[in-house]
C-alpha cells in the first residue's frame, strides 16, 4: 500500500505570524513529501507494503535504517501539523489532561519549561516529545526522527526542532520558536486524543 500526504488541517497562512505560509510550504510541500516519496519507493514490492504506518516504523527501526528514517520521519509529520492550530497553545488544558500533566509532569509551567528544554538541549536535528509509557506521562527528545514508539511509547505531543521547521522565521533563535510553539501554536484537543488513545 502506497501511502499518500496528507493535507493540512488549516490554510498555509493560518498560523501566522508564529509560523509563516513559507515555512510551511516548504515544509510540508517539500520536506514532508520528500519522505514520503522516498519511503513508498523503498517499501514498495516488500513485505512492509502490507503494514500500518507504526509497523514501518517499529520494524525497520531494528532491521532498515534507510526506511527507519524516511518513514519515522513521515510519521512525526503526519501528526505534527495536527498538532498545531490557530490561536493554540497556552495553558488551557482539557480537564483530563490538566490532570494526567499535574500529577506525572509536575504541572504545566513545569511541563512548559522542561519540553521546552527538551528541544532546546537536543543536538542538531531532531525532535522534543511528551508520550505514554507505562501509563504515565514523559518529557523527552531523540535524534532526527527517533520517536518514542521505538522506546515502547506513545507520542501524544511532539515539536520538530530540524533547522526546516524554524529557520525562516526564527533564523538561529531555537528556543523562541519553542516557546511560541507551546504558547501560541499547540492544539491541546488533539494531544488529548492521542493521549486517550495511548491510556485506553
Do not use: C
Not at 107 to 127: H, L, V
Amino acid at each position: 500500500m502506497a501511502f499518500s500526504l496528507p493535507d493540512l488541517p488549516y490554510a498555509y497562512d493560518a498560523l501566522a505570524p508564529h509560523m509563516s505560509a513559507e515555512t510551511l510550504e516548504y515544509h510540508h510541500d517539500k520536506h514532508h513529501n520528500a519522505y514520503l516519496e522516498t519511503m513508498n519507493g523503498i517499501i514498495e514490492g516488500t513485505d512492509y507494503e502490507s503494514m500500518e504506518l507504526e509497523e514501518i516504523v517499529k520494524k525497520s527501526h531494528k532491521d532498515d535504517s534507510k526506511l527507519f528514517n524516511q518513514s519515522a520521519q513521515f510519521y512525526n509529520h503526519v501528526h505534527f501539523w495536527k498538532w498545531m492550530k490557530p490561536e493554540g497553545g497556552g495553558k488551557q488544558l482539557p480537564e483530563k489532561l490538566q490532570q494526567a500533566f499535574e500529577s506525572d509532569l509536575g504541572g504545566y509551567d513545569k511541563f512548559r519549561e522542561d519540553f521546552i528544554n527538551a528541544g532546546k538541549t537536543q543536538f542538531g536535528s531532531g525532535w522534543a516529545w511528551v508520550f505514554v509509557k507505562d501509563g504515565k506521562l514523559h518529557i523527552d527528545n531523540g535524534l532526527n526522527g527517533e520517536n518514542p514508539l521505538i522506546m515502547g511509547g506513545t507520542p501524544i505531543l511532539g515539536v520538530d526542532v530540524w533547522e526546516h521547521s524554524y529557520y525562516i522565521d526564527y533564523r538561529n533563535a531555537r528556543p523562541k520558536y519553542l516557546e511560541a510553539f507551546v504558547d501560541h501554536l499547540i492544539n491541546w484537543d488533539y494531544v488529548l486524543e492521542r493521549y486517550e488513545v495511548a491510556t485506553s
